[in-house]
């Protein structure tokens, strides 16, 4: 298995799609978390385009990536969805096998009417799920030979 930890800016959008899809779609060969360089809170627009593919994220909770880094915690792969200057905000974590930088746009700056916000929404949502899909597809050999191990 592969610990996986997604990194955004407030934890509020990409990660925590990110994650989902993940944890979801990775046949139980990867455990993904979501962090933020500060914690915010979810964005409702994000909410709205998971719940759109079958997926509840209104319960979830945002975190600070630098609690993961003071508890030690490890993961095998680091991905900042974030653009590139914040994520070069992000703890180096031990041990780390695979760190990636996606520099996906983020949500809460889309400007516009309600529709205009939701279609880009959805469009990020729809290449974030590309992304994971791609992951799992790249890593998938690795994290079955960290299962049988």
Not at 45 to 50: F, G, H, K, N
Not at 61 to 89: L, M, P, S, W
Request: negative net charge; glycine residues 6%.
């Amino acid at each position: 298995m592969i610990k996986v930890l997604f990194v955004c800016v407030h934890n509020s959008a990409r990660s925590q799609m990110a994650e989902t899809f993940l944890n979801d779609l990775g046949e139980g060969l990867f455990e993904a978390e979501s962090a933020g360089l500060e914690a915010g809170t979810l964005n409702p627009y994000v909410v709205r385009a998971m719940r759109e593919v079958g997926y509840d994220i209104s319960k979830n909770e945002t975190n600070d990536v630098f609690d993961y880094h003071k508890e030690g915690r490890i993961y095998q792969a680091v991905i900042k969805v974030c653009d590139q200057i914040n994520g070069e905000r992000c703890p180096i974590f031990p041990k780390t096998l695979i760190n990636e930088n996606w520099n996906l746009e983020d949500p809460s700056s889309i400007q516009g009417d309600d529709e205009a916000i939701m279609e880009r929404t959805r469009e990020i949502r729809d290449l974030i799920r590309e992304r994971v899909v791609a992951f799992i597809a790249e890593h998938k050999a690795f994290a079955e030979s960290r299962k049988s191990a």
